[in-house]
């Protein structure tokens, strides 16, 4: 088992930033890429982006550029720092970490971002 705590999400106004933490724990050593994705009410959930352990990294076109993902493999949690933020982006945010055995994806309980016009 896998356990994801997530923290950082927030009220913030449009042009600010957050980040987002996500912490992991338990059996991670089948964890390899985490990344994090977000739904808004009535959407579907989408990636935001994702890391692997090596460090390469992967946006959403409308993300990249604003949002940064890292990791620090040592203390197993993962971040996001997303700035120039805009109201499209409220939603929340969820981390994600796929086990690759036995398969399976572990999720968040989500964290919710604000972003006022």
């Known amino acids: 088992q896998v356990q994801l705590v997530e923290s950082g999400g927030g009220l913030v106004q449009a042009g600010g930033s957050l980040r987002l933490s996500c912490a992991a724990s338990?059996?991670?050593?089948?964890?390899?890429?985490m990344g994090w994705y977000r739904q808004a009410p009535g959407k579907q959930r989408e990636l935001v982006a994702a890391i692997s352990m090596g460090g390469s990294t992967n946006y959403a076109d409308s993300m990249e550029g604003r949002f940064t993902i890292s990791r620090d493999n040592a203390k197993n949690t993962v971040y996001l720092e997303m700035n120039s933020l805009k109201p499209e982006d409220t939603a929340v945010y969820y981390c994600?970490?796929?086990?690759?055995?036995?398969?399976?994806?572990?999720w968040g309980q989500g964290t919710q971002v604000t972003v006022s016009s």
């Open positions: 338990g059996s991670t050593f089948f964890i390899n890429a």
């Open positions: 994600h970490a796929p086990s690759s055995f036995p398969p399976y994806d572990y």
